[in-house]
């Protein structure tokens, strides 16, 4: 099982829980990443997990799903986890987002949107969102090791600064545009 395995696996079970608890009434709200409301972050992070199962297996990409339901974002985010403590999951390259890469990579990447959008959707709809400790700092490493390209091609803001002797997923949310403090 590769070092990533359990973040992925504590952060799929927090993103199935808000997900589960978000209600009709707050898919229009604002999130945290501005250029989504919570109905078209649901619509963001399935597809995106969706993918990132198909990566973790190995499995041709297919066009993104669409109208992503709190239910099935949840059901989606169980299945990522799975896929990713699955055999051979991290093992050579795999098509995933913008095209090939390692397959580690991918599972970086999949951590972080799981920390990053899971946040932005508890914030958004008033729910907590807490990781353990070393979970925190396995995105705080994830977020560090892609900054440059997320900022580069509009995924992240600029850095907030947070206060050093911050919580790690404080410096995470920081380390990609987000304020920690976000309150709508």
Not at 10 to 25: G, H, K, L
Not at 60 to 67: K, L
Not at 137 to 166: C, F, H, K, M, W
Request: glycine share 10%.
């Amino acid at each position: 099982m590769n070092t990533l395995t359990p973040a992925i696996e504590e952060c799929a079970a927090a993103v199935a829980a808000t997900a589960s608890a978000i209600r009709v009434e707050q898919l229009g709200e604002r999130t945290p990443c501005e250029k989504f409301t919570v109905a078209e972050l649901l619509d963001h992070l399935g597809g995106t997990l969706a993918s990132s199962a198909r990566a973790a297996r190995k499995e041709p990409q297919s066009e993104a799903d669409a109208g992503m339901s709190p239910a099935i974002v949840a059901r989606t985010a169980t299945e990522v986890a799975a896929a990713w403590a699955g055999p051979g999951a991290y093992e050579g390259t795999t098509v995933f987002g913008p095209g090939e890469m390692p397959a580690t990579l991918a599972a970086t990447v999949t951590l972080e949107e799981l920390a990053l959008h899971g946040w932005d959707l508890a914030c958004a709809t008033g729910q907590p969102f807490t990781l353990g400790d070393a979970t925190a700092r396995a995105v705080l490493t994830a977020v560090e090791q892609i900054a440059d390209q997320a900022r580069s091609n509009g995924g992240y803001g600029p850095p907030i600064q947070v206060a050093p002797d911050a919580p790690a997923f404080h410096q995470a949310l920081g380390a990609s545009g987000r304020d920690p403090e976000w309150n709508g």
